[in-house]
């Protein structure tokens, strides 16, 4: 069986210096940890070392156009969602929602959603009742 699902996120931005200053904050409170930016891309990385890591990276594309791309990030419990939610109105997150029970999605979800400076969609959440595959 795989030990991992996902490998990296590549995601474009319009201003790199911006999405620094965003990103910066908000990957390391989800758990990417590992800063190995450079001047021409952003990139955080959940474990250090020369252990194989998923990674979340940007880049800048000054055409960049957001979309109706959502990337959604997974929290344990309600209280990481709330705690995600209190600093990405910190760090200047555009067109907030929630954090809210979402029950139209499956039982127990509760997300907040959010787009970061360049209009990317963004969301944390969490499932209090999984639905996991057997």
Excluded at 95 to 114: H, R, T
Aim: a negative charge.
């Amino acid at each position: 069986m795989k030990s991992r699902i996902l490998d990296h996120i590549d995601l474009r931005v319009k201003d790199f210096q911006r999405a620094m200053k965003f990103y910066g904050k908000l990957l390391p409170a989800l758990g990417f940890s590992c800063d190995r930016s450079d001047e021409t891309w952003g990139t955080f990385y959940s474990v250090g070392g020369d252990k194989p890591s998923e990674f979340f990276g940007f880049t800048e594309d000054r055409q960049h156009q957001a979309n109706g791309t959502r990337i959604s990030f997974w929290a344990d419990t309600r209280e990481g969602v709330d705690r995600i939610a209190k600093l990405v109105r910190e760090i200047g997150g555009k067109n907030l929602e929630g954090p809210e029970i979402c029950a139209d999605y499956s039982p127990g979800y509760y997300g907040f959603f959010f787009e970061d400076p360049d209009g990317n969609k963004l969301e944390i959440c969490c499932r209090e009742n999984p639905i996991i595959a057997e």
